[in-house]
Structures are given as C-alpha cells and as structure tokens.
C-alpha cells in the first residue's frame, strides 16, 4: 500500500513557474514508477509526465514538452513536477499517481497505476 500526498499548487500568472512535489509513504518507493496526470475534457485524467523507479527514463506530454521536467529523490521518497512558462491552459488539478514494477518501461495510461493522490490545484491567470 503506497500513500500519495501533492502540494506545491498555487495561484500563478502565465509565464510563471512552479514546483510540485508528491510524497510517499513505504519503504519500496524506490520500486514504482510515478507519473503525473490532470483533468481533460472527455478523460478522466490526462497523462502528463512520468518516471521509472530508478529515475533514468522519463517521458512527457506534448503538450508540456520542454516547459517540464519530472524527477525523483528516492532517499526522500519523493518526486518532483518542475513547471515552466505556465500557460492558462495547464490550470488544472495535478495528480501523481504510483505504479509497483521492476520494469524500466514508462506506463502513461491512467489504468496502468494503481495508487493515486489527491491532488493539488494549480490555476494560471492569463
């Protein structure tokens, strides 16, 4: 059983940046993989950027493609979502969600992960 808690969310205007930061309870963090999703229309959640356990692969959205960047302190059980030059576009409720593998392989499908947090609001003003 893995607990997922966000925070780092914020009021911020376009061009801004923040962090977000989710942290895990147990002591086999360094075994999940974790990614990172928000709301879209017509989804349940869209897949934003994800990390395998060991934190040498990542993979990212389009549409967040070099404004973003996902990393993970392992020792902290801890991963982090650097967001950069926010548009009002990626005002949404952030999620980081933990899949259990001994894979390198970077799930991106929602059903893919099996522990979810609650999230943490980010709004952009325009």
């Known amino acids: 059983q893995v607990q997922l808690v966000e925070s780092g969310g914020g009021l911020v205007q376009a061009g ?5 930061s989710c942290a895990a309870s147990g002591r086999t963090f360094s075994r999940y993989a ?3 999703f928000r709301p879209a229309p017509g989804k349940a959640r869209e897949f934003v950027a994800a990390i395998s356990w060991s934190g040498g692969n990542t993979d990212y959205a389009d ?3 070099g404004r973003v960047t996902i990393s993970r302190d392992n020792a902290k059980n801890t991963v982090f979502l650097q967001m950069n030059s926010l ?3 990626d005002t949404a409720v952030y999620c980081c969600a933990a899949r259990h593998t001994f894979s390198l392989a ?3 499908m929602e059903y893919e992960y099996q522990y979810w947090g609650q999230g943490t609001q980010v709004t952009v003003s325009s």
């Open 106 to 108: 970077i799930p991106t």
């Open 87 to 89: 548009k009002p576009e």
């Open 63 to 65: 549409s967040v493609k």
């Open 16 to 20: 801004g940046s923040l962090r977000l």
């Open 34 to 36: 974790m990614g990172w």
